[in-house]
Protein backbone atom coordinates (compact mmCIF):
# COMPACT_ATOMS: atom_id res chain seq x y z
CA UNK A 1 0.00 0.00 0.00
CA UNK A 2 1.45 3.55 -0.78
CA UNK A 3 0.24 6.65 0.39
CA UNK A 4 1.56 10.05 -0.44
CA UNK A 5 1.93 12.65 2.15
CA UNK A 6 1.63 16.84 1.15
CA UNK A 7 1.48 19.56 3.30
CA UNK A 8 1.24 23.00 3.72
CA UNK A 9 0.70 23.86 0.31
CA UNK A 10 -0.49 27.39 1.04
CA UNK A 11 -2.07 28.06 -2.11
CA UNK A 12 -2.75 31.96 -2.90
CA UNK A 13 -5.64 32.90 -4.92
CA UNK A 14 -5.75 32.93 -8.36
CA UNK A 15 -2.73 33.93 -10.27
CA UNK A 16 -1.44 34.93 -6.96
CA UNK A 17 1.91 34.22 -5.77
CA UNK A 18 1.95 33.00 -1.88
CA UNK A 19 3.80 36.02 0.25
CA UNK A 20 4.13 37.40 -3.38
CA UNK A 21 7.50 35.42 -4.00
CA UNK A 22 7.01 31.98 -3.55
CA UNK A 23 5.33 30.06 -6.46
CA UNK A 24 3.07 27.70 -4.72
CA UNK A 25 0.10 26.58 -7.04
CA UNK A 26 2.66 26.00 -9.70
CA UNK A 27 4.43 23.92 -7.20
CA UNK A 28 1.55 21.81 -6.17
CA UNK A 29 0.45 21.06 -9.69
CA UNK A 30 4.33 19.84 -10.09
CA UNK A 31 3.61 17.65 -7.31
CA UNK A 32 0.42 16.53 -8.48
CA UNK A 33 1.41 15.58 -11.98
CA UNK A 34 5.02 13.82 -10.01
CA UNK A 35 2.19 11.52 -7.40
CA UNK A 36 -0.41 10.72 -10.87
CA UNK A 37 2.52 9.31 -12.86
CA UNK A 38 4.33 7.36 -9.75
CA UNK A 39 5.04 3.78 -10.78
CA UNK A 40 3.35 1.66 -9.06
CA UNK A 41 0.02 3.97 -8.73
CA UNK A 42 -0.62 4.93 -5.02
CA UNK A 43 -3.55 4.28 -3.00
CA UNK A 44 -4.33 7.85 -1.26
CA UNK A 45 -2.72 10.94 -0.76
CA UNK A 46 -3.02 12.99 2.69
CA UNK A 47 -3.14 16.52 2.68
CA UNK A 48 -1.94 17.43 6.46
CA UNK A 49 -3.36 21.20 6.61
CA UNK A 50 -2.42 24.96 5.59
CA UNK A 51 -3.59 23.84 2.18
CA UNK A 52 -4.53 27.89 1.87
CA UNK A 53 -2.62 30.85 2.99
CA UNK A 54 -5.61 32.97 4.47
CA UNK A 55 -8.09 30.83 4.64
CA UNK A 56 -10.29 32.87 1.98
CA UNK A 57 -13.02 31.60 -0.53
CA UNK A 58 -11.29 32.24 -3.79
CA UNK A 59 -7.58 30.17 -2.39
CA UNK A 60 -9.67 26.97 -1.51
CA UNK A 61 -11.51 27.36 -5.19
CA UNK A 62 -8.07 27.28 -6.49
CA UNK A 63 -6.97 24.33 -4.33
CA UNK A 64 -9.66 22.16 -4.92
CA UNK A 65 -9.04 22.60 -8.64
CA UNK A 66 -5.82 21.46 -8.41
CA UNK A 67 -6.20 18.25 -5.91
CA UNK A 68 -9.24 17.39 -7.52
CA UNK A 69 -6.74 16.19 -10.74
CA UNK A 70 -5.04 13.46 -8.50
CA UNK A 71 -5.38 10.59 -9.50
CA UNK A 72 -5.78 8.41 -6.63
CA UNK A 73 -8.43 8.70 -3.51
CA UNK A 74 -7.47 12.12 -1.08
CA UNK A 75 -8.10 13.14 2.23
CA UNK A 76 -7.69 16.63 4.04
CA UNK A 77 -7.04 17.87 7.50
CA UNK A 78 -7.35 21.89 8.03
CA UNK A 79 -3.96 23.37 9.67
CA UNK A 80 -3.37 27.25 11.43
CA UNK A 81 -4.07 29.12 8.46
CA UNK A 82 -7.31 27.06 6.78
CA UNK A 83 -10.65 28.10 7.64
CA UNK A 84 -12.97 25.90 8.81
CA UNK A 85 -15.95 27.08 7.71
CA UNK A 86 -14.80 27.48 3.88
CA UNK A 87 -12.63 24.64 3.91
CA UNK A 88 -15.85 22.09 4.60
CA UNK A 89 -17.72 24.40 2.18
CA UNK A 90 -14.76 23.55 -0.59
CA UNK A 91 -14.22 19.99 0.47
CA UNK A 92 -17.26 18.50 1.15
CA UNK A 93 -18.86 17.14 -1.31
CA UNK A 94 -16.50 17.80 -3.87
CA UNK A 95 -13.19 15.64 -3.09
CA UNK A 96 -13.04 12.23 -1.84
CA UNK A 97 -13.62 14.33 2.10
CA UNK A 98 -17.03 14.18 2.71
CA UNK A 99 -19.39 14.91 5.35
CA UNK A 100 -20.40 11.38 6.15
CA UNK A 101 -16.78 10.85 7.26
CA UNK A 102 -16.95 13.13 10.30
CA UNK A 103 -18.17 11.50 13.81
CA UNK A 104 -19.72 14.60 14.42
CA UNK A 105 -20.37 17.10 11.77
CA UNK A 106 -22.10 19.87 14.09
CA UNK A 107 -18.86 19.61 16.27
CA UNK A 108 -16.59 22.51 16.14
CA UNK A 109 -13.70 19.31 15.06
CA UNK A 110 -12.80 18.02 11.93
CA UNK A 111 -12.24 14.59 12.42
CA UNK A 112 -13.02 11.41 10.88
CA UNK A 113 -12.02 7.57 10.39
CA UNK A 114 -11.11 5.88 7.08
CA UNK A 115 -11.37 2.35 7.56
CA UNK A 116 -11.10 0.83 3.64
CA UNK A 117 -7.45 0.06 3.46
CA UNK A 118 -5.51 -2.39 4.90
CA UNK A 119 -4.09 0.03 7.50
CA UNK A 120 -6.44 2.47 9.30
CA UNK A 121 -6.29 6.45 9.35
CA UNK A 122 -8.03 8.42 11.91
CA UNK A 123 -8.13 12.43 11.24
CA UNK A 124 -7.77 14.87 14.19
CA UNK A 125 -8.39 18.51 14.32
CA UNK A 126 -5.42 19.93 15.90
CA UNK A 127 -6.33 23.28 15.24
CA UNK A 128 -7.04 25.96 17.72
CA UNK A 129 -9.24 29.02 17.00
CA UNK A 130 -7.03 32.05 15.88
CA UNK A 131 -4.56 30.62 17.00
CA UNK A 132 -1.28 29.27 15.45
CA UNK A 133 -0.15 26.62 17.65
CA UNK A 134 -1.72 22.59 17.91
CA UNK A 135 -4.14 21.23 20.85
CA UNK A 136 -5.74 18.12 21.54
CA UNK A 137 -8.32 18.62 24.28
CA UNK A 138 -10.16 16.84 26.65
CA UNK A 139 -12.93 16.24 23.89
CA UNK A 140 -10.63 15.27 20.92
CA UNK A 141 -8.59 13.25 23.48
CA UNK A 142 -12.20 11.71 24.25
CA UNK A 143 -13.42 11.27 20.72
CA UNK A 144 -9.33 9.52 19.59
CA UNK A 145 -9.61 7.37 22.67
CA UNK A 146 -12.73 5.66 21.80
CA UNK A 147 -11.99 5.22 17.72
CA UNK A 148 -8.76 3.80 18.80
CA UNK A 149 -10.59 1.34 21.18
CA UNK A 150 -12.82 0.06 18.08
CA UNK A 151 -10.02 -1.91 17.05
CA UNK A 152 -6.92 -2.26 18.61
CA UNK A 153 -5.32 -5.01 16.34
CA UNK A 154 -5.38 -3.33 12.89
CA UNK A 155 -2.75 -1.09 12.02
CA UNK A 156 -3.26 2.53 12.35
CA UNK A 157 -2.32 5.71 11.13
CA UNK A 158 -2.90 9.21 12.75
CA UNK A 159 -2.64 12.39 10.75
CA UNK A 160 -3.38 15.94 11.74
CA UNK A 161 -1.33 19.18 11.11
CA UNK A 162 0.60 20.04 14.35
CA UNK A 163 3.17 17.71 15.77
CA UNK A 164 2.74 17.00 19.17
CA UNK A 165 6.43 17.07 20.77
CA UNK A 166 9.04 19.98 20.46
CA UNK A 167 11.28 19.12 17.35
CA UNK A 168 13.82 21.99 17.46
CA UNK A 169 11.94 24.52 14.72
CA UNK A 170 11.67 27.82 16.84
CA UNK A 171 8.67 28.68 15.06
CA UNK A 172 6.76 25.52 16.17
CA UNK A 173 8.13 25.47 19.14
CA UNK A 174 6.81 29.13 19.86
CA UNK A 175 3.44 28.32 18.78
CA UNK A 176 3.30 25.30 21.22
CA UNK A 177 0.61 22.44 21.80
CA UNK A 178 -1.74 21.88 24.44
CA UNK A 179 -2.27 18.97 25.70
CA UNK A 180 0.80 17.04 24.37
CA UNK A 181 0.46 14.43 27.59
CA UNK A 182 -2.81 14.31 27.42
CA UNK A 183 -2.25 13.03 23.54
CA UNK A 184 0.60 10.82 24.22
CA UNK A 185 -1.04 9.35 27.31
CA UNK A 186 -3.68 7.82 24.88
CA UNK A 187 -1.30 6.74 22.19
CA UNK A 188 1.17 4.97 24.52
CA UNK A 189 -2.09 2.18 25.47
CA UNK A 190 -2.35 1.35 22.01
CA UNK A 191 0.89 -1.08 20.16
CA UNK A 192 -0.87 -0.99 16.70
CA UNK A 193 -0.21 2.90 16.16
CA UNK A 194 2.71 3.18 13.40
CA UNK A 195 2.68 6.59 12.99
CA UNK A 196 1.35 9.79 13.48
CA UNK A 197 1.88 11.80 10.20
CA UNK A 198 1.77 16.09 10.72
CA UNK A 199 3.04 18.80 8.63
CA UNK A 200 3.33 22.36 10.34
CA UNK A 201 7.29 22.59 10.51
CA UNK A 202 7.53 22.77 6.61
CA UNK A 203 10.62 19.98 7.21
CA UNK A 204 11.01 16.08 7.00
CA UNK A 205 11.60 14.98 10.75
CA UNK A 206 11.07 11.94 12.27
CA UNK A 207 11.24 11.39 16.64
CA UNK A 208 10.19 8.30 18.76
CA UNK A 209 6.98 9.53 20.82
CA UNK A 210 5.21 7.19 23.23
CA UNK A 211 5.91 4.17 21.83
CA UNK A 212 5.38 5.36 18.76
CA UNK A 213 7.34 7.33 15.59
CA UNK A 214 5.51 11.42 14.90
CA UNK A 215 7.06 12.48 11.40
CA UNK A 216 6.07 15.94 9.94
CA UNK A 217 6.55 16.28 5.65
CA UNK A 218 7.98 18.49 4.05
CA UNK A 219 6.77 21.64 2.49
CA UNK A 220 5.26 22.40 -0.35
CA UNK A 221 8.76 24.65 -1.98
CA UNK A 222 8.77 26.72 0.94
CA UNK A 223 10.95 24.86 3.88
CA UNK A 224 11.75 26.75 6.70
CA UNK A 225 15.44 27.45 7.70
CA UNK A 226 16.58 25.38 10.43
CA UNK A 227 17.94 26.80 13.14
CA UNK A 228 18.90 25.05 16.12
CA UNK A 229 20.30 28.07 18.46
CA UNK A 230 16.77 28.33 18.63
CA UNK A 231 17.72 32.72 18.37
CA UNK A 232 16.83 33.52 14.52
CA UNK A 233 14.08 34.99 13.56
CA UNK A 234 12.22 31.97 11.66
CA UNK A 235 12.87 32.32 7.30
CA UNK A 236 11.93 30.00 4.98
CA UNK A 237 13.36 29.09 1.21
CA UNK A 238 12.40 28.69 -2.17
CA UNK A 239 12.99 25.01 -3.36
CA UNK A 240 11.59 22.78 -5.38
CA UNK A 241 7.96 20.95 -3.98
CA UNK A 242 8.70 17.77 -2.18
CA UNK A 243 6.14 15.06 -0.27
CA UNK A 244 6.41 12.09 1.96
CA UNK A 245 6.02 8.19 0.59
CA UNK A 246 4.43 5.95 2.63
CA UNK A 247 5.40 2.50 1.70
CA UNK A 248 3.15 -0.10 4.13
CA UNK A 249 4.66 -3.24 2.86
CA UNK A 250 3.42 -7.03 2.96
CA UNK A 251 5.84 -7.59 5.77
CA UNK A 252 3.97 -4.80 7.84
CA UNK A 253 6.65 -2.45 8.11
CA UNK A 254 5.84 1.57 6.93
CA UNK A 255 8.66 2.75 5.10
CA UNK A 256 8.87 6.46 4.71
CA UNK A 257 10.82 8.11 1.82
CA UNK A 258 10.54 11.83 1.14
CA UNK A 259 10.71 12.78 -2.35
CA UNK A 260 11.67 16.03 -4.06
CA UNK A 261 10.60 16.72 -7.35
CA UNK A 262 12.27 18.54 -9.67
CA UNK A 263 12.21 19.57 -13.41
CA UNK A 264 15.12 18.38 -14.21
CA UNK A 265 15.11 14.08 -13.29
CA UNK A 266 17.69 12.74 -15.14
CA UNK A 267 19.06 9.54 -13.44
CA UNK A 268 23.11 8.16 -14.20
CA UNK A 269 23.97 4.71 -13.63
CA UNK A 270 26.33 3.92 -11.06
CA UNK A 271 27.94 1.29 -12.96
CA UNK A 272 28.96 3.72 -15.30
CA UNK A 273 30.78 5.74 -12.86
CA UNK A 274 32.38 3.25 -10.42
CA UNK A 275 33.96 0.44 -9.94
CA UNK A 276 32.78 -0.44 -6.09
CA UNK A 277 29.37 -0.54 -6.13
CA UNK A 278 27.37 2.17 -4.28
Keep these: MLIAQISDTHIAGRDKMTYGIAPMVQNLAQCIEHINQFNPALDLILVTGDIVSSGSKEEYEQSVSLLNKLNAPYFVIPGNHDNKINFLSAFVGTA ?4 QNLNNPENEFINYVIDDYDIRLIAVDSTVTDGPGGEICETRATWLNDRLAEDKNKPTII ?10 VRESNIDGFIGSERLGNIIENYSNIERVLCGHVHLPIFVS ?19 LTMKQTSRFLLDSPAYQLHHWTPERNLISHTIRVKKDDKTYLFDNYSNTGM
Excluded at 96 to 99: A, L, Q, R, T
Excluded at 159 to 168: D, Q
Excluded at 209 to 227: E, F, K, N, R, Y
Design 96 to 99: CFSI
Design 209 to 227: WHGTIVSTAPSMGMPLVLD
Design 159 to 168: FMHHPPVKLG
